[in-house]
T-cell receptor
Framework: DSGVTQTPKHLITATGQRVTLRCSPR?????VYWYQQSLDQGLQFLIQ???????AKGNILERFSAQQFPDLHSELNLSSLELGDSALYFC??????????????FGEGSRLTVL | DQQVKQNSPSLSVQEGRISILNCDYT??????FLWYKKYPAEGPTFLIS?????DKNEDGRFTVFLNKSAKHLSLHIVPSQPGDSAVYFC???????????????FGKGTHLIIQP
């Protein structure tokens, strides 16, 4: 158990809809990262938040947005969903004691299926 | 453009032999490299890492080698065990100032299959 909790574990929805994925980082971790893993693809970095502030952006679509709340949990919002958005979405967190090492602790992922 | 490349989608190794997983990178700013292991239906878990100031790091059966001039790293597992069957991701990061760990750039992964 990594200590990172993601909900829901599975989600099936239709094209054009909007969903919200939730992540609770490990206790005390200030950084939250979102990654997308599509079929036959590696983990694609979407966005990073550090202590409530957006810190880095990767290949995140404009239809997607995220935020980190004062209690440090994070939400990833996916809107106007398309079939190609079907993927496994991972949240990861990192601890301040690991500054510079890059080690991340991953949740089990939220599998999104768009029909 | 993929900055971290794992050119072997899968690798099959006999139990007890050595498994060697390879990874190449293109970004010369990367200064920290990590290997993650992923079982089905689980998130990736950290396995071993190496800083760019080193060329080797060993942890039990796992050793990571870094060749900076070739922009290449490899993960050696010896002896390979059935429980090592998983997808292995190579990842790299660039240090940042100001606190907080860095985001990671991942390769596409190599599916290691250990055969009895």
């Amino acid at each position: 158990d990594s200590g990172v909790t993601q909900t829901p574990k599975h989600l099936i929805t239709a094209t054009g809809q909007r969903v919200t994925l939730r992540c609770s980082p490990r206790s005390g971790d200030l950084s939250v990262y979102w990654y997308q893993q599509s079929l036959d693809q590696g983990l694609q970095f979407l966005i990073q938040y550090y202590n409530g502030e957006e810190r880095a952006k990767g290949n995140i679509l404009e239809r997607f947005s995220a935020q980190q709340f004062p209690d440090l949990h994070s939400e990833l919002n996916l809107s106007s969903l398309e079939l190609g958005d079907s993927a496994l979405y991972f949240c990861a967190s990192s601890g301040t004691r690991l500054v510079g090492t890059g080690e991340l602790f991953f949740g089990e992922g939220s599998r999104l299926t768009v029909l | 453009d993929q900055q971290v490349k794992q050119n072997s989608p899968s690798l099959s190794v006999q139990e007890g032999r050595i498994s060697i997983l390879n990874c190449d990178y293109t970004n010369s700013m990367f200064d920290y490299f990590l290997w993650y292991k992923k079982y089905p239906a689980e998130g990736p878990t950290f396995l071993i890492s190496i800083s760019s100031i080193k060329d080797k790091n060993e942890d039990g059966r796992f050793t990571v080698f870094l060749n900076k001039s070739a922009k290449h790293l490899s993960l050696h597992i010896v002896p390979s065990q059935p429980g090592d069957s998983a997808v292995y991701f190579c990842a790299a990061s660039v240090k940042r100032s100001g606190g907080g760990a860095d985001g990671l750039t991942f390769g596409k992964g190599t599916h290691l299959i250990i055969q009895p």
